[in-house]
C-alpha cells in the first residue's frame, strides 16, 4: 500500500516507514509550515496496538502542533487510548460513515480518523464521495 500526502506549499519529509508487525502498513510524516503531519494506515487486529504506540512516538516528538490522520482500522476510542494522553480526536460525528458498509454488516463504519496534538480541532466533517473510493473524506479544520 501507498500513503499520499498532499499539500499546498513545500513539504519536508521526515518518516516513512512500513510497521515491523505488518509491512503491508505504515506511516508518513512530513514536516508542513509549523505543522508536522503524520499519514498511516494501521492494521486490524493484533498489532494495532504497536503500530499506535509507533504513531504516538513519531508524532511526539516533533515540535509544535502534529495532525495524525488514516485510516486505524478501528474505532474512534480505541485509537485515542492507543494514541494515549495529549491527543485530541477531531470527531465528525456519526452522521456519514468514514468507511460505509452494506446494512447489516458487522464491521464499523467510523474507522478512518484524525487526531491533534497542541492544536485545536475547530470543524471536523466526512465527505461523502459516492463510491469512488471504499472510504469517505474527513476533513478538519484546526487552529495551532
Same mark, same amino acid.
Given at each position: 500500500e501507498y500513503l499520499v500526502l498532499l499539500a *499546498?506549499?513545500?513539504? $519536508?519529509?521526515?518518516? $516513512? +516507514? /512500513?510497521?515491523?508487525?505488518d509491512p503491508g502498513k505504515g506511516?508518513?510524516?512530513?514536516?508542513?509550515? /509549523?505543522?508536522? #503531519? #503524520? &499519514?498511516t494506515h494501521v492494521s486490524f487486529g493484533n498489532s494495532r496496538a504497536s503500530q499506535l504506540q509507533?504513531? /504516538? +512516538? #513519531?508524532?511526539s516528538g516533533t515540535p509544535g502542533a502534529t495532525i495524525v490522520a488514516g485510516d486505524f482500522n478501528a474505532g474512534l476510542a480505541a485509537v485515542a487510548s492507543g494514541l494515549g494522553e495529549g491527543f485530541v480526536?477531531?470527531?465528525p460525528g456519526p452522521?456519514?460513515?468514514?468507511r460505509?458498509?452494506? /446494512?447489516?454488516?458487522?464491521k464499523s463504519t467510523s474507522i478512518d480518523? &484524525?487526531?491533534?496534538?497542541?492544536?485545536?480541532?475547530?470543524?471536523?466533517? &466526512?465527505? *461523502? #464521495?459516492?463510491?469512488v473510493s471504499d472510504h469517505n473524506? &474527513?476533513?478538519?479544520n484546526m487552529r495551532a
Open positions: *499546498d506549499g513545500p513539504l $519536508a519529509q521526515l518518516a $516513512a +516507514e /512500513a510497521f515491523a508487525t506511516l508518513l510524516a512530513a514536516r508542513f509550515g /509549523a505543522a508536522t #503531519v #503524520v &499519514v509507533r504513531l /504516538a +512516538e #513519531v508524532a480526536a477531531c470527531d452522521a456519514i460513515p468514514t460505509p458498509r452494506p /446494512a447489516g454488516a458487522t480518523h &484524525v487526531f491533534a496534538r497542541g492544536a485545536a480541532p475547530l470543524a471536523t466533517t &466526512v465527505i *461523502d #464521495v459516492r463510491g473524506i &474527513v476533513s478538519t
